[in-house]
């Protein structure tokens, strides 16, 4: 157990459908990001987010959104769904802004059908 | 911009032979370099990290990584396979400066899927 703690582990949704999937960040660390990975483009960073604010932005579409509570817990937010969406989608976690201390979640298998 | 390269997707060795799996990459500044590792249906472990102290890095399960500036190279390397090391393996490069406000994001090579034979 990595400490971070990714909810739901799999998800089958339809096209146009909104789903939210969760983050608990290992106790202590102030920063989350989120990663996708898909068959066809990769692991690729999509969001940070530092101690509830938004510290760095990837290839994140605009049907996608995120945030991190006071509690430091983040979620992720993917509207409209198509197909292409479907992928594993990981949570990070780390103490502080940078790289120090980064630490995977198991990450939530979105399907979308 | 940072950028790493995986040169080989797929890599075949025999149970107790060498292992390498080979890693480019492009930084403008010093870079911060690491080796994930997936095992199927699994999560990312981090193997090892480079952060521009010795050169050679030492990881779990005897697996070591050397940084080569002069070849912009990072690559991953074990003495001996073992049949629990198949996996699929990320180099990985952190963006931002050494020593400066690092965001953290991480760039992702496209993988090198490690089998290893009996």
């Known amino acids: 157990d990595s400490g971070v703690t990714q909810t739901p582990k799999h998800l089958i949704t339809a096209t146009g459908q909104r789903v939210t999937l969760r983050c608990s960040p290992r106790?202590?660390?102030?920063?989350v990001y989120w990663y996708q990975q898909s068959l066809d483009q990769g692991l690729q960073f999509l969001i940070q987010?530092?101690?509830?604010?938004?510290?760095a932005k990837g290839n994140i579409l605009e049907r996608f959104s995120a945030q991190q509570f006071p509690d430091l817990h983040s979620e992720l937010n993917l509207s409209s769904l198509e197909l292409g969406d479907s992928a594993l989608y990981f949570c990070?976690?780390?103490?502080?802004?940078?790289?120090?201390?980064?630490?995977f979640g198991s990450g939530t298998r979105l399907t979308v059908v | 911009a940072q950028s790493v390269t995986q040169l080989d997707s797929h890599v075949s060795v025999s149970e107790g032979t060498p292992v390498l799996l080979r890693c480019n990459y492009s930084?403008?500044?010093?870079?911060?370099l690491f080796w994930y590792v997936q095992h199927p249906n699994k999560g990312l472990q981090l193997l090892l990290k480079?952060?521009?102290?010795?050169?050679l890095v030492k990881g779990i399960n005897g697996f070591e990584a050397e940084f080569k500036k002069s070849e912009t190279s990072f690559h991953l390397t074990k003495p001996s396979a073992h049949m629990s090391d198949a996996a699929e393996y990320f180099c990985v490069v952190s963006v931002g400066a050494q020593g400066s406000s690092n965001t953290g994001k991480l760039i992702f090579g496209q993988g090198t899927t490690l089998q290893v034979k009996p």
């Open positions: 106790s202590g660390d102030l920063s």
């Open positions: 987010y530092y101690n509830g604010e938004e510290r």
């Open positions: 990070a976690s780390s103490p502080g802004e940078g790289n120090y201390g980064y630490t």
């Open positions: 930084s403008s500044y010093s870079p911060s």
């Open positions: 480079y952060t521009s102290a010795a050169t």
